[in-house]
């Protein structure tokens, strides 16, 4: 495996994993607090329509994903906060609305599109250097985001009706938290693609949910398992030849199922 890493596509591979599970360790564990899969889902296949514009109008893709997402995000939380019980239904639209622009532009745009498939099923061998500096800042953005607002995100999350008592800023804190929703996204889209990052999202931190009850613990633990996850999964699909993103994802399954019986098996 090690001889591997002397070829820049490897690293690159290896540092959009390790990227990406830091941003799913913080968020994906307020994801699984809140049970808003859901939303996230959504603010995933709406991010496609920034692709579209990328491919459209020729600038990075991963640029257009970023600014469409967070668009997509806010209307979905705004959604969310607003309608209660019909947001999923606001939230499926958006979600329809998203992927068919993207497919619209997409369509419309001349010439062989070589990244597009990437994209909706992922290519960590493919990430080029230039999208682990933006991944790189959106980490550093997340972290420093969450870091900020932890109190907050954990007033909302248990309990909001105190956190309306305590003056919290519930609508304002949680359309923030949903705009790194959007942002980890983002980063997940090149490693496993729009189609499974949902899957490296929520359960690195519903295993770590298994086993840790301390918040900022749970977040570690899931960063240190998705990051074992996509460098074990990157070995498996380099060493038998299989798709990367779909690796890592069954993988993580796999291990989740696993915990899931010894958790209930130690409860018994």
Not at 28 to 55: D, E, K, M, Q, T
Not at 60 to 65: K, S, T
Not at 207 to 214: E, N, P, T, Y
Not at 225 to 251: E, H, K, Q, R
């Amino acid at each position: 495996m090690f001889e591997a890493f002397e070829y820049e596509f490897m690293r690159n591979a290896l540092a959009a994993g390790i990227l990406a599970s830091v941003a799913c360790g913080v968020i994906g564990s307020f994801v699984v607090l809140n049970r808003i899969v859901f939303l996230s889902a959504g603010i995933a296949h709406a991010a496609y329509g920034g692709i579209g514009l990328g491919f459209f109008f020729g600038f990075n893709p991963v640029i257009g994903a970023v600014g469409f997402s967070l668009a997509a995000a806010l209307g979905m939380g705004v959604a969310q906060r607003r309608t209660g019980q019909r947001a999923d239904t606001l939230i499926g639209v958006m979600w329809a609305i998203g992927m068919a622009l993207g497919v619209i532009l997409v369509d419309r745009t001349a010439g062989y599109k070589t990244d597009l498939m990437s994209y909706l099923f992922g290519s960590i061998l493919t990430v080029p250097s230039g999208d682990l500096v933006i991944m790189l800042v959106l980490d550093v953005v997340i972290i420093i985001g969450t870091g900020l607002l932890y109190k907050e995100l954990l007033a909302i999350s248990f309990d909001e009706n105190h956190a309306v008592v305590q003056r919290v800023p519930v609508t304002a804190i949680y359309l923030v938290f949903v705009c790194m929703i959007a942002l980890t996204v983002v980063m997940l889209m090149r490693v496993v693609g729009l189609i499974l990052l949902i899957a490296l999202l929520t359960m690195p931190a519903a295993i770590s949910a298994l086993f840790v009850r301390d918040m900022r613990r749970m977040m570690v633990v899931a960063g240190l398992v998705g990051a074992a996850f996509t460098s074990a999964g990157l070995w498996l699909s380099y060493t038998f030849n299989i798709a990367s993103g779909a690796t890592i994802i069954l993988l993580t399954a796999a291990v989740f199922l696993v915990c899931l019986v010894v958790r209930r098996g130690l409860n018994a």
